[in-house]
């Protein structure tokens, strides 16, 4: 039994020996490296917690839903709890540094998620076949479906935790969730996750947090301003590396400038492998550093903005950018930067934000009710919005530099 | 007037323009990626909060601790005010990556406090004098002396803050301290910070928590094996190099392999300064994956150590250890890694640790007393323990791999 | 300056000597023994906080809210700002045990807010006119509105206080607030309380956290339960006493068992102003212990009931009760305790109850947006939610002894 | 499985039918009317918590420290948990009002733990014997004797609840202890209730946090101002009865007034039985409230006193107050209060008070170490203040009305 000290559950206790030498292996560790919300720390300075505390955290909640269905009379195998235990540990083990920003860049095309799958692949030839159960339940192919709703569905452990960590570490309260509560009133109907009917209000109180974490948070303007910044940095290198420009940056980040990968063979690409275990945060600030120096002015003068913490002007309104609107902004940037009218997009991004709190018609989150049976929380609430949660979810951001006029 | 969310006191308010110029100053920002407590995240993974958080913390308990005094009839100017907000606020700006471990290693003989006195002696010059008198207040060369106090002392911002910070990030609530309260109770007596009577059980259990963490935190036995293979892996990389190893890094980290600086005038060192201004946790960790691969066995096998949490064995004890036992462990050393004798440090380490929770002869926390007027702390209580926690403070660690026999 | 500890805010300072008087006066001391939440202690067992911490609190936040706006450019008079302050002090000084449950009982027709002006009067008269301001501002006679809305609107002092208070003591986080940031975001337009844009997630969370707190908490079935015996147990003595039964209890009790009170001259009444500023949970509670052992079966029955935790069923539907229900629920109390059917009502009850968490039409909630300046919080947000809270309020309960058959 | 809210912990889960039936039983909901810290209301506004949360929170720590003994391999059979819940739910059962104050003027010559004992003993007759065990373990006649140290030794869970709920409810943070760590790491050795080693640092801070709420809180110089006013007026009217007087009072009261208790026939008793589980604190509000017009002038001002906040003003000094000081405050007392020499006693107390926050040569608190075995926290620890903290408890109050001169 080893236990790790969490300051969001106090300990959180691991029993078992295979997840001990999964945490410890180096695939796992790199999450030490790669912050769980990216560039938010602009913001929210306190937000600095690691994928590898989320990824434990989310471990420790599955012990806690498993053990509350058993008490239930839930029949749940050692094995089939490991499994889901490993499945959780690794559902992110695919992520690269500032994920959701860096993703289209660095491997246009591929999803984190199967990225996740080819190293849990890669692990299970590693010890012989023991994550065979965990990969079946991360793929939704074991029979019994709700543990894969634990690990991945709009109330999974993933999404408990992360609401709760990301509350604590920013400092938003309103995002705190009451996890226990929650934990407490799961239960399955057959072969589905349900939660109990007096935990209506617990449901919604979760999907209100969560909205007002995406707009506080996760979409946060300042935040997007700043992303944007390290996206246009990270196309700006790659530009210029594909133009036969030598840019000085870490073997790992090279590889992925100068190979294009292919995802279906990913963990059987043994150097493709080990280059993305390589490759977090640390590669991405690293280059910045340095290419603040660069004589590319382009690229240069990216890099002190966010070294400097001059970021982007963001605007999100309800409308797409209005294209003349988007000319004039051009122009100006051309004359600020002095730069081609082709280049002009390192400096401004627009685009749309989607805050996807609760989805409908998707796998929904199921209420068992006495009168009812199973029904879904937005239409066994009696309110509508969550109903009206899971609609208006549509916004545009606009960015341009500080100093030119909208 | 901006407002910084802070997960520990909620909002950090800074109505001050030019304090927010400084904030966001590449000297000061570089703080965002250096880890207040290093390696400690090895033990306590959600450890992984900034200099920057911390010193904009010390900086709003220092407006607090000033608010406090005025309400108490003593008169502080707006300018002594913002002097010792921009005093503390940079007072660690000076630290490199892992501070305390590799300080000695990247610039022998160089205390971090100089550093930051000469980057401060920099943005004073940049600013035309604004730092003057922070300058003064932060070498104790002002006349009212309780300014420096605040700044730096045994009960000063920069204590408070870290305390509780560190106990909010680690999970160890026991290091939890009432900062509130200790405030509330400050006072001036003669030029020098004073506290209330009544203050005498929450300064107790202030050095209580914060010789507790020292013993579960600062100098726990885990973070001190990570901490050397850290200090050991830029050591054998530094003595490569200086045999003419070619071995790649950040040009700034090589800077200070290729240079030793004179601390006298680092601040008209134009380029030392620029190369200390970009050193952080990026540079030491980009550079042990790398080096993860180099063919130098020694090297690589410390990177591998880290980076897959294979974590020195380590004892704490109350005697040196024994020059014997020592000799055997070296054998064992050479043997199982087949290195040379003369090598063999790079594996191993030994030497003390000291839990200074509070100083005896040094500069005391006072409290005033109606009876006897102004008594050290250590003498105000009707407790030996402070007393004591000043003497007992020495302890000898000795490191090694795992798998050899002490 | 007086500091008292509290444990949701920390501190409380009181400056002003007037304050402190009024603090220690036995019309306010009484609030140290009436509970805020009555019988809710029967599910929240922490629930057991009073009057005086509620009180002391609003009072607290008030100040608070006052210096915001004093920041913002507010004109605010120190008169006026005790003026405030007394108001929120006192705004529930007219609170006699059990409140909401008994004030029909034993006050009948008499709301608590008038009793409260009416001990403001009183002690108006007492301090020579020093409560002028504040009995206007507690009337909203005074020209400067929004001083009356910080003490009575739909998000006053008041509500902010006991939200957050009641998730502390209850254990129930989802009723959390984030009351320091709704405070920093008050400002005035045109004499008119209002909230800065960025302040609408903030406010929703609110009032989806007052929604949930309703439904959770203080319309909790088994609450409703026990506030029912409550009220029945009064009923009966009452009843008993009016027709001549000598039934042991305090004179304050008796005497509003004896005379019906006109609320007009209360404050010139100097007999029931003494008694009831004496009547408090104590009165109640007594009685109850030892009508337990009257020798009237019925009253004797109920006591037990509350006293040995025997609660009754509640049950909570959108249709009132059917008639032939309630009367075939009669019957079964007929039999069961063997009474009339006209005392079938002591054991029994039904009625609505509703869930006021925003009230659209009334005084609403105000954001002061850029672009189409004041607007109602219902409308400002971007989801339907708040004006579907101010719908969905009204459902029956009904109460009936355990072991009968719905 | 019921579910119990509780503020401190988030749930209290009880599914034994028996537990809730004695949580249900009057005996111990009685416990809802008894407030845990008496008059500390006055000082800490927020600590009205009541004897029933409390008892609730120490039934719970017992549960989770059986479940981490058995996880440790240590045998406990349902029956022996099931006593040991029973046994620390019922403890504080014969605690009266405002027990530390009263219990010498109600019962003179009996400790509340025989009270205790004589209810369970009726409870075990009333349920059949099924208290056989947890009888025993109470009293400390059971062979496994680490399950009364749980009950009641020096680090039980008695201490371990009302330690951390104070400090919740009061607002004292330096007061919070790690439940959560002390509890995991108990052991059993030799029967013995031991520590694992790494806990050294965690029971210093349980004792220190211990020893400050003894300061802080419990021994608060007002406290024992408000605790001297309450004891008096009791004693006062207590010595009107006994010349005859009538005074108003509730039968449960009167009772004691009039009766000397036998405590070996008490559980026999069934009149005093009765009475006692009837007697709460509302007995001695309620009666406060009416004495406070009764003709006797020193009862009058004494209930005056205490509805009015004016305490006495109090001091705690290292050495017994000197008797002519004494003499000289009495004849004050004679003139201001006009009474007579004997009866001064009524406005003036003096006396010891003992912080007993860790007491040397009683059962120890156990460490169990690796090299040494079993030894005593206050020789385990590196630092002399267990064994201080254990020296230093006596100090003398002396309490009189304001106005007087010392």
Redesign the interface.
Known sequence: MK??????Y??IEVGNNFLLKLI???FF?KS??IKQLGVT?F????A???R??HA?GAMHLMGKALNTLRSKGITISDKEKEACEIAILLHDIGHGPFSHSLEEVLMPGIEHESISYQFMLKLNEEFDGRLNLALKIFRNSYERKFFHELVSSQLDMDRLDYLIRDS???????G???V??LI?LLNVDEDRLVLEEKAI??V??FL??RR?MY??VYLHKTSIGAEKIITNIIKRARDLYSFGQKIPM???LEYFFANKINIEQLSENEEAMDHFS?L????I??SI??WRDNKDPILSHLCNMI????LLKVRLSNEPIDKSELQRLKHQVTKKFNVLMSDTHYFMSHGPVTNEAYILGGKPINIITKKEGVKDIAYAS????IQ??SK?VLKYYQCWPKGLTL
């Open positions: 236990v790790f000290n969490d300051p969001v106090g300990f410890d292996h180096r560790q030490r490296r720390e913001v929210y300075p306190g600095v917690h690691t590898f505390q434990m604590y570490f920013t400092g938003v309260p309103e705190s969730i009451n226990e509560r407490q209000y617990v919604e109180n209100s947090a007002l707009w506080q870490s073997p790992a390589k977090d945060d640390t590669d600030w690293g550093k340095i070294l400097e913490r001059k009696d309110l509508p919005n009206a949660i208006i």
